[in-house]
């Protein structure tokens, strides 16, 4: 599965943030939990959801229509609940909140994360196959029911113990994403026209069932179930999102403002994603819905257009926008993709023109020049402009940028906006949350994450054990104390 980064739950985002819902007022099948009644109504629980969130979060509330019906249709099988942070903070707290909505699956009181979409029918089927056995024994009575349980399953056709230990090798890995089931019986196998050993994805669209025999080894059944479990060319929005990213496979994006387009390009660019099936999932997406998307791949609002994206660093390839999205165009851009040939795309705010402050501003394409620099010590903080916390840091780091200025010359205080600029590949780091703060040692570039107490106190302190000359920064009492009232008159709320 690819690992959920910050920068994937905002790609999600996009999708679920252009996706309107309306919650109609009526009863509830969503259970409200809170300190008192928690660990009575979760700890005996085989499996239960836990939504935990803030009545002001935006993303909580995009959520609460598709949880409500989530909870509707799991009704009197799995329990769904919800704890309001804002009235049980030390219950969120025992439970490490930092963000919201955060859920959680219990069972019998222990915890993991849900990794699943955030439509109501992927919190069900996600629920449902943490309910189901990690592989469920098929024969002639439920073998039809789970083909037809959920849009893609897998069969394993196994009669030997190590194909049977392989297969649920894999199902224990993948189980959150697939229902798996094995069918031991040659006369069920020779009725679904299935062979000794092999492996069946039965989905509900595109050809209906992908057949692999031969040998079972865990990596190729794995990457077999990726490349068949989504289909060939289809539109995308919130509601499937998920199952692309997965999938693990880059993702390549048509853009289209009109049905005429929409059918030239899906029947065009067919041949080309059934070539490069396993290796690049394509998909056409609605321009007038999500063409704000089209800005996160490095495009212009100018349709139609197409881009290539990697969902587990953001990386981006968009085509060439002077040219037409044509087979012949399209044809040479994916092979030089494939073939390394094309660089990445790495978004860049406009550098300053005036940046002799006492906190360097860093850009994308000046990254290098200033982050890895190695004549200097450099601390750089990544932030978002909306980001209460960054908020609350900004006078901090004004501080540690003037004492800086004036008493270490080598040592560079610096800010970067991560809404408006990639992270470049050199900068050996990805962003899992606002702020973020990285320390590069002159000399080596050597990266140390700070990951302490944001008080003045806590990073003078690690400065002083980082930088290259020991160097110990001086701040007055004064501009201390200025800094706790600056600090004390942010008063915002922050969302993941």
Same mark, same amino acid.
């Given at each position: 599965?690819?690992?959920?980064?910050?920068?994937?739950?905002?790609?999600?985002?996009?999708?679920?943030?252009?996706?309107?819902?309306?919650?109609?007022?009526?009863?509830?099948?969503?259970?409200?939990?809170?300190?008192?009644?928690?660990?009575?109504?979760?700890?005996?629980?085989?499996?239960?959801?836990?939504?935990?969130?803030?009545?002001?979060?935006?993303?909580?509330?995009?959520?609460?229509?598709?949880?409500?019906?989530?909870?509707?249709?799991?009704?009197?099988?799995?329990?769904?609940?919800?704890?309001?942070?804002?009235?049980?903070?030390?219950?969120?707290?025992?439970?490490?909140?930092?963000?919201?909505?955060?859920?959680?699956?219990?069972?019998?009181?222990?915890?993991?994360?849900?990794?699943?979409?955030?439509?109501?029918?992927?919190?069900?089927?996600?629920?449902?196959?943490?309910?189901?056995?990690?592989?469920?024994?098929?024969?002639?009575t439920n073998f039809a029911d789970f083909q037809n349980s959920d849009r893609v399953v897998v069969v394993g056709y196994a009669n030997d113990e190590a194909?049977?230990?392989?297969?649920?090798?894999?199902?224990?890995?993948?189980?959150?994403?697939?229902?798996?089931?094995?069918?031991?019986?040659?006369?069920?196998?020779?009725? =679904?026209?299935?062979?000794?050993?092999?492996?069946?994805?039965?989905?509900?669209?595109?050809?209906?069932?992908?057949?692999?025999?031969?040998?079972?080894?865990?990596?190729?059944?794995?990457?077999?179930?990726?490349?068949?479990?989504?289909?060939?060319?289809?539109?995308?929005?919130?509601?499937?999102?998920?199952?692309?990213?997965?999938?693990?496979?880059?993702?390549?994006?048509?853009?289209?403002?009109?049905?005429?387009?929409?059918?030239?390009?899906?029947?065009?660019?067919?041949?080309?994603?059934?070539?490069?099936?396993?290796?690049?999932?394509?998909?056409?997406?609605?321009?007038?819905?999500?063409?704000?998307?089209?800005?996160?791949?490095?495009?212009?609002?100018?349709?139609?257009?197409?881009?290539?994206? =990697?969902?587990?660093?953001?990386?981006?390839?968009?085509?060439?926008?002077?040219?037409?999205?044509?087979?012949?165009?399209?044809?040479?851009?994916?092979?030089?993709?494939?073939?390394?040939?094309?660089?990445?795309?790495?978004?860049?705010?406009?550098?300053?023109?005036?940046?002799?402050?006492?906190?360097?501003?860093?850009?994308?394409?000046?990254?290098?020049?200033?982050?890895?620099?190695?004549?200097?010590?450099?601390?750089?903080?990544?932030?978002?402009?909306?980001?209460?916390?960054?908020?609350?840091?900004?006078?901090?780091?004004?501080?540690?940028?003037?004492?800086?200025?004036?008493?270490?010359?080598?040592?560079?205080?610096?800010?970067?906006?991560?809404?408006?600029?990639?992270?470049?590949?050199?900068?050996?780091?990805?962003?899992?949350?606002?702020?973020?703060?990285?320390?590069?040692?002159?000399?080596?570039?050597?990266?140390?994450?700070?990951?302490?107490?944001?008080?003045?106190?806590?990073?003078?302190?690690?400065?002083?054990? =980082?930088?290259?000359?020991?160097?110990?920064?001086?701040?007055?009492?004064?501009?201390?104390?200025?800094?706790?009232?600056?600090?004390?008159?942010?008063?915002?709320?922050?969302?993941?």
């Amino acid at each position: 599965m690819v690992k959920k980064t910050f920068l994937f739950t905002a790609i999600a985002a996009t999708f679920a943030a252009l996706t309107h819902s309306v919650l109609a007022d009526g009863p509830s099948d969503v259970l409200s939990l809170t300190d008192k009644s928690f660990d009575h109504e979760v700890r005996d629980q085989e499996l239960m959801l836990v939504e935990f969130f803030a009545p002001w979060c935006g993303h909580c509330k995009a959520l609460a229509p598709e949880y409500e019906i989530a909870a509707t249709k799991l009704k009197d099988k799995i329990k769904i609940a919800k704890v309001d942070c804002t009235e049980n903070q030390d219950l969120c707290q025992r439970y490490d909140i930092t963000g919201y909505p955060t859920l959680k699956v219990f069972r019998r009181g222990e915890t993991s994360d849900y990794k699943g979409a955030r439509k109501a029918d992927g919190i069900v089927s996600y629920m449902q196959k943490q309910a189901a056995p990690a592989v469920t024994d098929l024969d002639a009575t439920n073998f039809a029911d789970f083909q037809n349980s959920d849009r893609v399953v897998v069969v394993g056709y196994a009669n030997d113990e190590a194909s049977k230990a392989t297969f649920k090798e894999v199902a224990d890995k993948l189980r959150d994403d697939f229902f798996f089931g094995i069918v031991t019986d040659e006369a069920l196998a020779k009725e =679904h026209k299935a062979d000794f050993p092999s492996i069946v994805v039965y989905k509900q669209f595109d050809e209906g069932r992908n057949d692999q025999a031969g040998a079972f080894e865990a990596e190729a059944i794995q990457e077999f179930i990726k490349a068949n479990s989504v289909p060939l060319l289809d539109a995308i929005d919130a509601s499937n999102f998920q199952s692309y990213a997965e999938s693990g496979l880059p993702l390549a994006y048509i853009f289209h403002d009109n049905a005429d387009d929409q059918k030239k390009l899906v029947d065009m660019a067919t041949p080309l994603a059934r070539k490069y099936k396993g290796k690049i999932n394509f998909v056409h997406i609605d321009a007038i819905k999500y063409g704000t998307h089209g800005g996160n791949l490095g495009l212009k609002e100018q349709w139609p257009a197409f881009a290539i994206q =990697h969902l587990d660093t953001g990386a981006k390839f968009p085509l060439d926008q002077s040219k037409p999205v044509t087979f012949e165009n399209l044809e040479i851009f994916l092979q030089d993709y494939v073939d390394g040939k094309i660089k990445a795309t790495v978004k860049s705010a406009e550098a300053p023109a005036d940046n002799n402050g006492s906190v360097k501003v860093v850009v994308a394409n000046e990254f290098v020049d200033i982050v890895l620099d190695k004549s200097k010590d450099v601390f750089l903080e990544v932030y978002a402009p909306w980001c209460g916390h960054c908020k609350r840091l900004a006078p901090v780091w004004d501080q540690l940028g003037e004492a800086a200025s004036k008493q270490a010359p080598n040592l560079v205080i610096a800010k970067m906006d991560g809404t408006e600029n990639d992270i470049p590949e050199e900068a050996g780091f990805d962003v899992a949350g606002f702020p973020t703060l990285k320390f590069f040692k002159a000399e080596t570039n050597e990266l140390i994450d700070y990951n302490g107490d944001r008080s003045v106190e806590h990073l003078i302190d690690f400065i002083s054990q =980082h930088t290259s000359n020991n160097v110990k920064l001086v701040i007055s009492e004064v501009e201390s104390a200025n800094d706790a009232e600056k600090k004390e008159s942010v008063n915002t709320h922050d969302e993941l």
